[in-house]
């Protein structure tokens, strides 16, 4: 059974572009979430998405965006990058969101 | 949201020894999971246990959930072992996970 699958492992972008990290979950499972993990916050949440439904949204400026299509797969896409947004990005799939979550090996975003 | 905390932030150990991380959390959860966190960074399972114990071979974990804590054992450690220890926890309706700041742990040869 495959994992989590995150695209592309390492990204680095400049000021002010857009970025889209991509996320295809375990097969079956329909809520992916989505978390930064930076070393001075930790791991934060960013969004769960069930059904192509965002179901909860953590405490991040409008920059940060995401969509589920119907297939499960999972986008966030992040505007006007900001040096502050390079981090490691952690997307997760469950089959409910209070089944366990797995997570796949994350996207690193250095903005320079 | 609640709170979660990790106890202790670092740990240093000689191979072989054994240990015990513990998590604490502010409210009571219905969704608790343990995760290693590997050099390249992605996490990885070890245990989901909202409550009761588990055992996974040389690691085991217990969460008291009345008393709002978890630990996780690790027995016999071997310098694989290494890495970050993080617990994580869902609450009510909120269908986010909450993590601890983690556990660094270090196995010596």
């Known amino acids: 059974k495959a994992g989590v699958t995150q695209t592309p492992r390492y990204l680095i972008k400049t000021r002010g572009q857009q970025v889209t990290l991509s996320c295809s979950p375990i097969s079956g499972h329909r809520s992916v979430s989505w978390y930064q993990q930076t070393p001075g916050q930790g791991l934060q949440f960013l969004f769960e998405y069930f059904s192509e439904t965002q179901r909860n949204k953590g405490n991040f400026p409008g920059r940060f965006s995401g969509r589920q299509f119907s297939n499960s797969r999972s986008e966030m896409n992040v505007s006007t990058l900001e040096l502050g947004d390079s981090a490691l990005y952690l997307c997760?799939?469950?089959?409910?969101?209070?089944?366990?979550?797995?997570f796949g090996q994350g996207t690193r975003l250095t903005v320079v | 949201g609640i709170q979660v905390e990790q106890s202790p932030p670092d740990l240093i150990l000689q191979e072989g020894a054994n240990s015990t991380l513990r998590c604490n959390f502010s409210d009571s959860v219905n969704n608790l999971q343990w995760f290693h966190q590997n050099p390249w960074g992605q996490l990885i399972n070890l245990f989901y246990?909202?409550?009761g114990t588990k055992q996974n071979g040389r690691l085991s974990a217990t969460t008291v959930a009345t008393e709002r804590y978890s630990l996780l054992y690790i027995s016999s450690s071997q310098t694989t072992d290494s890495g970050v220890y993080f617990c994580?926890?869902?609450?009510?309706?909120?269908?986010?996970?909450?993590f601890g700041s983690g556990t660094q742990l270090t196995v010596l040869p």
């Open positions: 246990i909202p409550s």
């Open positions: 997760a799939s469950s089959f409910s969101s209070v089944t366990d979550s797995f």
């Open positions: 994580a926890g869902l609450a009510g309706s909120a269908r986010q996970l909450t």
